[in-house]
């Protein structure tokens, strides 16, 4: 099975920026619906943001609307998600995943092909 790879994650303070990227290794995947998501520990993998296959339709989850944007590289096979004005609560592994289909969904199910993760610590 194809799988994501995620980067860009790393340790920053409260206020800082990240961008992390998501591709997949092996095939494409520009025509998919993409999402990232993030789990804390304790806590279950929640909703981040989604872009659309074609990258002209994103979506976010509230707490970090206005602050996240989604998009998808030039060949869209990439997908980053820049991170803006950082809290601690941001705190979390993030993963990318492949839509199952071409609805955009904000749930783990709507989504396979997870990558590893990657850790994003912000400190207060």
């Known amino acids: 099975q194809v799988q994501l790879v995620e980067s860009g994650g790393g340790l920053v303070q409260a206020g800082g920026s990240l961008r992390l990227s998501c591709a997949p290794s092996g095939r494409t995947f520009s025509n998919y619906v993409m999402g990232w998501f993030r789990q804390a520990p304790g806590k279950e993998r929640e909703f981040v943001a989604a872009t659309s296959g074609s990258g002209a339709s994103t979506y976010y989850a509230d707490s970090v609307k206005g602050r996240f944007t989604i998009s998808r590289g030039s060949s869209k096979n990439t997908v980053y998600l820049q991170m803006n004005s950082l809290k601690p609560e941001d705190t979390a592994v993030y993963y990318c995943?492949?839509?199952?289909?071409?609805?955009?969904?904000?749930?783990?199910?709507?989504?396979?092909?997870w990558g590893q993760g990657t850790q994003v610590t912000v400190s207060s």
């Open positions: 995943g492949k839509g199952k289909t071409i609805v955009v969904v904000t749930t783990t199910s709507g989504f396979d092909s």
